[in-house]
Every structure is written in C-alpha cells, then in structure tokens.
C-alpha cells in the first residue's frame, strides 16, 4: 500500500505572471546532508533549505540584469555548489561564500542546458548542443570547443544522470517537429546512442517523462496526453552505430480522463506518481499508482493550481502550489500474498514484481496448433505469429547450456539477461536455472555461481520456478545464493528458512571470509569483541545452591538490568559481522508461525543458544534506539527480534532450561521481561491519572454551593 502522511509548506514563492505557471521554480537537488534540499527559482536566487525545521540555511542571487538558465547542484566531491547564468557562465561556490562577486567564474564556448550530479561521481554537464563533459575538465580548460551533437531545431527537453556499477549514465531526451529521441550516454567506454521515440497515437503529446535503470536497462516512463502512462525499455548494450532503433511505447497505467498538462515521477519499483488537473472536479490531483495492480493507492485534491512541476527526495514529493513550495510525506509499502496467509514481515523486497503473471501455456510448452485452434474458438487472447520461433530460440539456449564449457556459460547468461529480448522473460529465467541446476546436480564440478547470482538478481525468479536452487545451494554451503534467495523469493517454505539458519550458524568462521557479502548495512552496529566473536558464559556466583540474585524477587530493577546490559562482554556481537548479514537475511524473510515451529525444534543446542544471543545482542541494540529500529537496509525493527526470541523459547523451551550454559542467558531475558513489565505498568498509572484529569475538565453534575473533590494519583 502507498498513501500520503503530512503535508506542509516549505517556503514561499514569488508570484508569476499570466501565462508562467511553468517557471516558478528550475529545480529542488539534493546535498550531502539529509533533509536539506536545493532550490533555484526562475530568475535570479539559489537557496539551501532544512526541510525538517523550514528555514533557509543560505541564500545567493546573481545581479540585476543576469539570470540563473541552469539549475544549481551539489558537488558531492568537492563540497561545493555550481550553477549557471546567462547560459554560459558558470559559478562555483560554497556554504561561507556571501554573494557571487567573489565565488569562481568560468565563461563557457557554448550554452549549457544542465548539470547533473550524483553522490560518489564527478558531476556531467549537458550542453544545449548535446555533447556530454565532465565538470572538471570544463573547469580546466572553459573555453574549449564544445561539439554540436543535435540537429538544428532539435531541443533538449529532460535528462536524468544515473549510476550503476561504477558505470555513469545520462539519458536526455530531444523534439523536433517530426517527433521525440532518446539520447543514451555511457561513460566508460564513452558511447552515444540515439533512437527514435514512436509517438502512442498519431495526434498525442507528451506531457512529462521519468526513468529508472537495472541491469543495463533503462525503464522510461512517458505521460501522454490521451491520459496514458507508458513505458519503453531501452537497453544500454551496444547496437550497431549506424542505425536509429525505434521505441515503442506500451500503456501500463490509464488515468481518468486526458490531460493537457502534469507531471510524472518514479516513486519506486512498483509506484508512480501523477500531478495533472481534473476536468471534472476542476481541482489538479496529485495520485499515486501502482503500476502492477494499476490502481490509484491516495489521491490529494488541490483547489488552487498547480504547476506541471514534481520533484521526490527521501519520501517526500516537491511541488509548486499557489505561491508556495508544499513538502508531502509518502510511503510504499510493498503488498503480499503472505500478509494474508501467514507472517509478513515488512522487508522493502518488491513483491508483485517478484512473481508477475506468468504465460503458463509457455511453462508447459503448450503447441501452436492448440493456441490456433483456441483462437478460432474466439479466445480474447492474442496470437503471436512468431511463437513457434521465440520458443526454437529458447530451446536453442537452453542447449547450449547444457553442452558448452563452464567459463562462456557467463557470456550467455549475460547476454539473455542484458537485453531480455527472449519472450516471457520470467519463464526464460525460470528456464535457464532449471537448466544450470539440473547440469550442476549431474557434474558435481560445474558450479558457475556468477551465473546463479546474476539470474537471482534479475528478480524474475521465484522458489517455485526453481525448488532445487536452494537445495543445491545447501549441500554446496553456498550462503551468499542463500542469502540472495531469502532476499528475493516470497514463497520461500518454512522448511527451507530453517535449514538455511543451520547453515548460517554452524558454517565454519574461515569459509565466511572467503565470501563476498555488503556488510556495510550491518556493520553500524554490529561490534564485535577482541580477540574472540563469541561472547563468554557470564559467571554466576552460586553457595550452596543459592544465588544472590532472586530472579523472584523485584530486586530486578532497572538499576540492575543496567548493570547487566553495561558488562564489557554484552556490548559485543556474539557473532561476526558477515554472519549477522545472513542470520538478518532470515530474521526478515516471510514465515508463517505455524509452519515453522516444528522445524525450529531441529536445532541443535548450541545453535538455539547462539541465535538466542544474537536475539538478545540485536534487542539491546534496539532498545537503545529511540525509533526500536535499527539502521540498515534491513529495517530490523524490535518487533521482529521478539518473534523470533518468542519462536526459539517456544520450540526448546525444554532443552535450553535443562541447559547449564542457557540459564543465565534465560535468567537475563526474563530480567528484561520483569523490567518491561514495570515499564508498562507505570505508563498504565500515567494513563488512569491523564484519564481522571480529563474528567475534570467535564461539567461538574454535583448540587448545592460547592463541592469537594479529592484527585489521588498515586
């Protein structure tokens, strides 16, 4: 589910004249700090604003007579600002610089139309003429001659800067008269490549453009004026130079009427938001979709107008409204199958774009004769004439994976999967694993990981198109593919998570080094002990089967649980930072209760014992976090690490109180139970006092001259 929370104003705007509701502002950019956001105007001024608090942090303004073409970025670098004015000049300043009298200035040889910056890149400039510079390089060197790329009359009309495997990536779109082009720029090696945009219907427009890019595949997302979101996929593998491919659009989304104006920006995977007038509420609205179900998740009337103007930072939506700048909180919650068939945890793993709908005729290799003969019969599904030949092409890949050598099996796999040219790319996937598991299972020497772990990270694939995947995977211990199934998949059976946290406990210290896992999530707040990872048994002092420490008694106060949690050996993780990573990847997978209980009882002692200090070590960490979340891509919540503490008590409750190494572990979770307990029972005492001077506040019903009441709190 996707919906709007808070809404507020940023911070006003100058009023525009008639016919300039398009100019009120060039741009909102990010910086490096977070909430903080960049705002250039029409005219002449750039200002650093605080979102959270709504207050200018710095304010610059060219002179009277200049004005800002450009709009101003953030040189995550260098730390500093650029902007253009008067197309050509190029200002460069930072936070302590007062006015731009006295920042850096470099005259260009051509106009500029934008410059782009990302975090971690050097920033690219745009010129109106369509070549491509590095900043740097311009600022070496500002009057260099700068190439004509574009045909005379053909204007740049968007572009969006992206990064992905160290690879830079510009995409810019053109006009003209006859029509629009998509213009994709590549940085090493450095390479151009133009198509031609075939327009949806003869006599549409295009209203607005957004974009995003996986696996060398750029997914352009097209407003029409007919009312129609559209995408076109452009693949960023090189094509033949001398040719212009033609792009198709296909509607995935349909508005409620057309639209003369609006705005469309990618929230995420499976989201969209659109900003465009209703004819028939005369009100603009601003909506956002899902692109999957196709249907409207919130919807936010605006009885002023709007611009055709839609920017998005860190889950808030920018746009101009009256003559003010308004901020909209949104969020995107990814919804499953499973929060209505068991356990779903909230993990930020898409879910419907997961497991699409699938062409099951194609799974089971269903013949053409019978897809023809269903046709006649007058079936709503359309023929593809080509079938028979996308199938022979399918069948020739899955060939050669089974006979070709072990080092171009990469090649192949990277080729289907770059372009996804194959028909019913999911069941290609599907397909072309079963083929690499099937042949693995037969050659106990053929292992080509990079190919699993290039299909898994298409996220066309589930654990039912491929059950032996995981199977393999934990016969060879292979626990990154495991970690990237556990990511990926939805349908994963409770059966399989619990032998995947088999493996993840008792896989030995020296293998983990070896493998490659992003612990950069994980790795904020897992510290880990010298010269050991795994915690000592704390030392209970026991005379004469007495111990000091009543566990019955309310002498476990908060005073004592600190004394506990605050022991050198409880500040460190009872595991690695590389294990952490995979035992999260199970604390967030889905489950349902039921199911999996019976499997948990199959762990071995120590096992249940290290996962419960882990449990343990990841609730201190929680608690100590005033939001009870911890920081990550994660998202670990307390929630999560409760069930998973309640699950584990309530599989080998039996086994871990008859355990002489699990007693204090138990006694210290109980301390904890004892000190939320009090906790709540006092915020109970705070609710009954609020509620008695609530009634207070209530007419008073009594009779006579007065009256007198007596309020005892405690």
Same mark, same amino acid.
């Given at each position: 589910?996707?919906?709007?929370?808070?809404?507020?104003?940023?911070?006003?705007?100058?009023?525009?004249?008639? %016919?300039?509701?398009?100019?009120?502002?060039?741009?909102? =950019?990010?910086?490096? =700090?977070?909430?903080?956001?960049?705002?250039?105007?029409?005219?002449?001024?750039?200002?650093?604003y605080k979102v959270s608090d709504q207050r200018p942090l710095g304010s610059w303004a060219v002179k009277q007579g200049q004005r800002i073409t450009c709009p101003a970025v953030f040189n995550h670098g260098t730390g500093e600002y650029v902007v253009v004015h008067d197309d050509k000049v190029l200002r460069v300043w930072k936070d302590d610089d007062v006015s731009f009298d006295k920042v850096f200035k470099a005259t260009l040889s051509a106009e500029v139309c934008r410059?782009?910056?990302?975090?971690?890149?050097?920033?690219?400039?745009?010129?109106?003429?369509?070549?491509?510079?590095?900043?740097?390089?311009?600022?070496?060197?500002?009057?260099?001659?700068?190439?004509?790329?574009?045909?005379e009359g053909e204007t740049?009309?968007?572009?969006?800067?992206?990064?992905?495997?160290?690879?830079?990536?510009?995409?810019?779109?053109?006009?003209?008269?006859?029509?629009?082009?998509?213009?994709?720029?590549?940085?090493?090696?450095?390479?151009?490549?133009?198509?031609?945009?075939?327009?949806?219907?003869?006599?549409?427009?295009?209203?607005?453009?957004? @974009?995003?890019?996986?696996?060398?595949?750029?997914?352009?997302?097209?407003?029409?004026?007919?009312?129609?979101?559209?995408?076109?996929?452009?693949?960023?593998?090189?094509?033949?130079?001398?040719?212009?491919?033609?792009?198709?659009?296909?509607?995935?989304?349909?508005?409620?009427?057309?639209?003369?104006?609006? @705005?469309?920006?990618?929230?995420?995977?499976?989201?969209?938001?659109?900003?465009?007038?209703?004819?028939?509420?005369?009100?603009?609205?601003?909506?956002?979709?899902?692109?999957?179900?196709?249907?409207?998740?919130?919807?936010?009337?605006?009885?002023? $107008?709007?611009?055709?103007?839609?920017?998005?930072?860190?889950?808030?939506?920018?746009?101009?409204?009256?003559?003010?700048?308004?901020?909209?909180?949104?969020?995107?919650?990814?919804?499953?199958?499973?929060?209505?068939? %068991?356990?779903?945890?909230?993990?930020?793993?898409?879910?419907?774009?997961?497991?699409?709908?699938?062409?099951?005729?194609?799974?089971?290799? $269903?013949?053409?004769?019978?897809?023809?003969?269903?046709?006649?019969?007058?079936?709503?599904? $359309?023929?593809?004439?080509?079938?028979? =030949?996308?199938?022979?092409?399918?069948?020739?890949?899955?060939?050669?994976?089974?006979?070709?050598?072990?080092?171009?099996?990469?090649?192949?796999?990277?080729?289907?999967?770059? %372009?996804?040219?194959?028909?019913?790319?999911?069941? @290609?996937?599907?397909?072309?694993?079963?083929?690499?598991?099937?042949?693995?299972?037969?050659?106990? $020497?053929?292992?080509?990981?990079?190919?699993?772990?290039?299909?898994? =990270?298409?996220?066309?694939?589930?654990?039912?198109?491929?059950?032996?995947?995981?199977?393999?995977?934990?016969e060879k211990q292979d626990v990154r593919i495991l970690q990237l199934c556990l990511q990926q998949f939805i349908d994963v059976p409770e059966a399989v998570v619990c032998s995947c946290l088999k493996t993840f406990l008792s896989v030995d210290e020296n293998l983990l080094q070896d493998v490659v896992l992003d612990t950069s999530s994980s790795a904020c707040y897992i510290h880990l002990s010298e010269p050991s990872s795994v915690l000592p048994e704390p030392v209970t002092v026991v005379q004469n089967g007495f111990s000091p420490i009543l566990i019955e008694e309310d002498s476990c106060d908060v005073q004592m649980l600190e004394k506990i949690i605050r022991r050198p050996e409880t500040q460190c993780s009872p595991v690695s930072v590389k294990r952490a990573v995979l035992l999260n990847s199970v604390l967030t997978a889905l489950y349902s209760e039921t199911f999996i209980l019976p499997h948990l009882k199959d762990l071995s002692s120590d096992q249940v014992v290290l996962f419960l200090r882990y449990l343990s070590y990841l609730y201190r960490r929680c608690s100590e976090n005033v939001t009870l979340n911890l920081p990550g891509e994660e998202h670990l919540s307390v929630t999560q690490v409760l069930d998973w503490m309640n699950l584990l008590l309530d599989a080998n409750f039996t086994v871990l109180v008859m355990l002489p190494k699990a007693r204090s572990l138990l006694r210290t979770l109980q301390k904890f139970v004892r000190v939320q307990m009090k906790f709540y029972s006092e915020l109970n005492k705070i609710e009954g006092s609020l509620s008695e001077l609530q009634n207070l506040q209530r007419p008073s019903k009594t009779s006579g001259r007065y009256s007198i009441e007596v309020l005892e709190l405690y």
């Open positions: 589910m996707a919906a709007f929370c808070e809404e507020f104003t940023l911070c006003g705007l100058l009023p525009g004249g008639q %016919g300039k509701q398009q100019d009120r502002l060039q741009g909102v =950019e990010e910086v490096a =700090e977070r909430d903080t956001v960049l705002l250039t105007d029409a005219a002449r001024t750039v200002t650093l410059i782009h910056s990302l975090p971690d890149t050097e920033p690219l400039v745009l010129f109106r003429g369509g070549a491509v510079h590095f900043l740097d390089a311009l600022l070496a060197d500002p009057q260099q001659e700068i190439e004509t790329k574009l045909p740049i009309m968007w572009s969006k800067m992206f990064m992905e495997d160290g690879q830079l990536v510009l995409i810019y779109i053109t006009a003209k008269l006859q029509g629009c082009f998509v213009h994709t720029w590549q940085s090493n090696p450095s390479l151009c490549q133009r198509y031609k945009l075939q327009p949806f219907t003869e006599h549409s427009r295009i209203l607005d453009f957004s @974009a995003s890019l996986r696996n060398k595949m750029v997914s352009l997302m097209i407003l029409d004026s007919t009312g129609h979101v559209c995408l076109s996929r452009v693949s960023l593998v090189q094509a033949d130079q001398g040719t212009e491919p033609v792009l198709s659009m296909s509607s995935i989304l349909q508005l409620p009427e057309p639209v003369e104006v609006g @705005a469309l920006i990618v929230l995420d995977d499976s989201y969209i938001a659109t900003l465009a007038p209703s004819t028939a509420k005369q009100k603009d609205c601003l909506c956002i979709w899902n692109t999957s179900l196709q249907t409207m998740q919130d919807c936010k009337e605006f009885t002023q $107008k709007t611009c055709a103007q839609l920017w998005s930072y860190d889950s808030k939506l920018y746009l101009p409204h009256g003559n003010s700048l308004l901020v909209l909180r949104y969020i995107c919650e990814p919804s499953r199958l499973a929060s209505a068939l %068991g356990k779903a945890i909230s993990t930020g793993k898409p879910a419907l774009e997961s497991v699409p709908v699938v062409n099951w005729e194609l799974l089971i290799g $269903k013949s053409t004769q019978s897809r023809q003969f269903e046709g006649q019969k007058g079936s709503r599904r $359309k023929r593809n004439p080509d079938s028979s =030949e996308n199938i022979c092409q399918l069948q020739v890949l899955l060939s050669d994976i089974q006979t070709t050598t072990e080092k171009k099996i990469p090649s192949l796999v990277h080729r289907a999967v770059s %372009g996804q040219q194959l028909p019913d790319f999911q069941i @290609a996937a599907g397909k072309m694993m079963q083929a690499l598991v099937i042949r693995c299972q037969s050659d106990p $020497k053929f292992y080509p990981q990079s190919s699993l772990v290039k299909l898994i =990270e298409t996220k066309k694939l589930s654990y039912s198109l491929c059950p032996d995947l995981m199977t393999l995977c934990l």
